[in-house]
């Protein structure tokens, strides 16, 4: 090949220009990197326009809803847990702390500080706080009292009015289990905020307030957002020791293997130029570090010291003071070039095939780890021949296999050289062994458990996820989620709703007769311009229709059917000015009072439009949190708690009768149901109502504590309610929907499992085209991707029988797996068909081959699963998953290129390698063109199928004419006069 | 039972001391109501006395302020009577192009008679509310016997004719919401003197400034609060409180004055919860002074409300 002659003698002869352009364009990229904006934010997992966070935006700004904090206090000392007077005072004061924690907010008005006073500050949302010095208490007072005061307006003085105050908020079912524990020994306190960004912030400032206390209490601080942000800025610190910790082991491990510091430090040049180019590039370009991004270095690093190590490996074998570092660099060049552009072109291809999921921060992840390999491939080509081409020759003594021991290599060598005979003479039953491997493993992978939650990524120590667990044992959960229920209101004015209104009308007039006997004649004058009203009405109506019809346009007509929707309202209230006119010039008070009552129950019904303000509909929300409540998951309760409109109705009505548990009930007429509603909102806090309902009773919205944020667990909820929905309709037609942090994680979770999915399998289907390429045969092609193959089986496999989740490491980790296994596959292929061409017979080429070539990949294997291992003493999750899953996907693939490639050579030899010695034009194969053709146009369905929402059966016929048409291209191209002349040459060559 | 005094008063005022000034100030939000001058003003006549009003400046203690203040606000004429529509708004404060803007949305609305009769000029009065909408808490009643001694907590009573209830609201905290609007009941039937220590911090060409600050700072949410009153006529045109920080949370102002019959009256005031994000707007018609009004502030006109309360 002319490209690798040509590179390698260019850095070769300027070698010191390599070296500087490489100094210089580091220096350039890294000059970005303190440019650094980072995204902490899981939620960023899906787009921004993604229909789940649009919905769950609008949620959170129809009920005014924030992100919370979670502050919970617990007294193990006290028999009755918090509820004592310092117990309870200190409560009071972290309180008012944590009303002090806004700043100005930097977002909004670029960093006006003098904003505070306005009200436009970040932080903590004073009026949202639930605390019992901020919660509202409804109870009976003297008899035929009703009371509303502050749960706690101060901290009690003595033991006997801390207990009230469990007594009080125990007897409220809305604090039960949200305020104060089940069990009434412990408090959590609700600290909403104007933005999730701050949690971290606030986490800390409590802290800092908590570790002010002496007091036997113990204070535990969780919520998603939270452990989300605090996951932020811990990952950061993590990185920043993780990353050089495993560069330092690896350096280690290097200078074990070949013993010459000078040289072991150009891999570690090369790993680190890589990043720092990979990572200014991103910074450079603008794109916000995420949680994904950060971990760009550490798969990066495995992958760039890769090859340097190949050549480092053979240069070392093969090194000779006699030949002359020169000529050695050059012929190891010569031998490693090819493979080592296509291992890098697979790695990258692997990677870059993540830009296909629909997740954002993967693709920009997937994208720059490809473009680092080729950063890393390209100093590797360069950079390496001249840093050894800058050392003397003096340097180099004693350097060497040739030196330290000898041709053979060592003690590990001898293990090589016996696990070669292995495989020669045992390749059936390592074969057999695998497929039996493979196929336990595929039965593992069938019971792979897909399933996420932020808070389990700090490890079991870590306070934030003893604080979940504490927590949720206690209480109805710290995880939130909003099912939002909507009145689909019918538009336009039916007869049905005319007849009814009628029949109502008919009714009330007929009760008004027994009190005013002129009622009856008033009755019949009202229903007459109620009726005429509204046929008119109707008129316009159709009027609309008619033209929505005519023009056909798909905007207009919905903003004018909205507008008719309106028209019972309209109606309606057209209805009640006219009757309360008429009451005015009313002559006597009798008729006066007759057409009051006329106009009011026109009045009653506009208010009947209101559905969440009707019995019914509240006693359909009871249903559904009944069932809510019921959800579970192995025999657990998933749903500790819920809140709504319906239980604020409930509790209003239990204690404006007389307190007693049998009137903790839904009223029977909505009137009830609205004068419950207004004395709610004589409370301090009249706008909690808004939280549950909107004004104009709409929507409800059920605020659900879950004890899990596991995925599992909310799909397991969401699935329970959707057969609820589904077997019992509601009373009034409404839709149900939604949102909140732990629903968003179960959204973008399942788009990251597809997503990863598909982009596994375009990916697999890419390297296997270039492998196909290659190789100039689809058959060692398909050989080039058992070792992966094999690899991903075990790997996810064992993650299935040992009951590891599928999480986003676990899913992002299936790339690096496919870019590694591959690598050495191809390196240990490449190497044996040449060295089969030498010898003629694998038997002698098995010998040659787990000599040096072995030995690459065995030290490759060492040294990066080693030098990932520090990884396994993060106190992040994901980090240790990616520091064992690292561990293993080395050892795994780099033992299964080693035993079952050559195992696969030895029994397929004579079919594999006959067609090798006779290499045609790759256009010239027809099996091989469509080969790749079938597999291209996979690869471009799925791209496409990922996209645009191209359903699998119309994709599925274009992929079908697709072939074909290839084929016949295909057949054209190898049949056209230079391949037959090659054919008959060969044909001629076999006589 | 009701004493005759000579001083009509506007029932208006029964809403806080509300009444507006002019332009209102910077935090007054920019929605609808433009902030009028009074458009008339009037001089008072009774209440303070000739000699003060020629020199009123130099003259006047704090004391006399405030309580020329209280009888404007909530004591004109012996009684009265309006029909109040209350219009309560959640806002947002959006900034585009630089530029404050402020976006209301959530409104909802409450219709209302409001009776007052008095006992005593800036003694003890009584209160009788009636609700007309929305319509499904018409006949609704609140009444209230407030009592200006410190140390006797007010009487108040609610009847809830779908529930067929009649319940004491238990005496205690007087700072919760009116119905959920931004105005506290505490601002409906007004807020003792004797509660807070005054200060007169600042004379202006048209306002005394007078700072309140609660003798006993536990029962109430604010750390005190200033009130901006009319040199004119002692009309209390707005009051600002401020929270424990220090920072300025809650406005009530009275937007427009207009005279009904003799007496200054408040037509439009207004609250707003800076916490919160709301504000409520009232707006009075029908005012009426010196009606021919029995006793109706008792407990059994709560179910049979009276037709002066009705109508």
Redesign the interface.
Known sequence: MELRELISSFSIRHYRMVTIVMVLVTLGLGAMIPMIKTDTDPENMLAEDEAVRIFHDQAKKTF?LSDIVVLGIVNRENPDGVFNPETLSRIFELTEYAK?LRWPDEQ??GGGAGE?????AAGVI??DILSPSTV?HISQ??P???????LM??PPKTAQEALEIRDRAMSNPMLKGTLVSEDGKALCLYLPLTSKDLSYRVYKSLNEKIASFDGPEQYFITGLPVAEDTFGVEMFIQMAVSAPLAMIVIFLLMLFFFRKLVLVISPMIIAMVSVITTMGLLIGLGHPVHIMSSMIPIFLMPIAVVDSVHILSEFFDRYDPKIGREKTIRRVMHHLFTPMLYTSLTSAAGFASLALTPIPPVQVFGVFVAVGILIAWLFTVTFVPAYVMMLSEKSLANFGSAAAHGHEGGRMGRWLAAGGRLTFVGAKGIILAVLVLAAVAGWGMSRIQINDNPVKWFSKSHPIRQADIELNQHFGGTYMAYLVLEGQAEHGLSSDYLEAVNGRLDKAVEKLSQDYPGAAELGKQAKKLFNEKAASMGDKEKLIEGKASVTNDKEKPSEEKAAAGNDKEGLLGELIVALEALAEQAKS?DD??AW?ELA?F???E??RLKIF?QPEALRYIEQVQRHLERATAGGGKLVGKSNSIAGVVKKV?QE??DGREENYRI?E????????L??Y???????D??HLV???YQKANIWVQLTSGDNKDMNQVVATMEKFFKSNPPPMPMQYRWAGLTYINVVWQDKMVSGMLQSFLGSFLVVFIMMSILFRSPLWGLICMIPLTVTILLIYGVIGLVGKDYDMPVAVLSALTLGMAVDFAIHFLERARSTYSEKGSWQLAVVEMFGEPARAISRNVLVIAIGFLPLLAAPLMPYKTVGFLLCSIMAVSGGITLLVLPAILRLGEKQLFKRIEQPRGMTCNCGFCIVVSLATVLVVALNIHQYAVVGWSKLTWISIAAVPVMALVCSVISRRQACKTQEIANRADEK | MLKFLMKMTVLMMIFSWSVSVGAAGP?AMAEGVSAESTSSVVSVEGAAGSAEEKNPEKKLTVEAIVNKANLMAYYQGDNGKAQVNMIIN?YE?K?EDGKKKIVTK???TREFNILRGDIEDGGDQNYFVYFI??????K?VFMVHKHADIDKDDDRW?Y????D??????A??K???????DFL?EDVSGRSLQEDKHELIETTDEFYVVKNTPKTS??VEFSYYNVRIDKKNFMPMKMEFYDS?G???RIIESLQVETVGKYPTVVKSKVTD?????FTLMEFSKIEYNIDLADIFTERYLRKPP?EA??
């Open positions: 005014s002090t909004q008005d505070v006073e306005g009200g436009r004073e009026v509202d007072g003297k035929g009292e009703v009371k509303f005061e502050w307006p101060q008070d006066y009072d009051t009011a026109f009045g009653l506009k208010e303000k009505h404006l009768i009223p007429s909505s009137a009830a149901v609205a004068e419950c207004l004395q909102q004589s409370s301090h806090k009249p706008n109502l808004w909107t004004s104009d | 935090e959640d404060e900034i959530n409104t909802r909408k929305p319509a499904d808490v018409r609704m609610l809830l004719p779908s529930l209830l009649v319940k004491r609201i238990a205690g905290d700072r919760t919401s009116f119905v959920g609007s009941y536990q029962s920080k920072k300025l949370y800076l916490n919160k994000q709301s037709r009705v109508r």
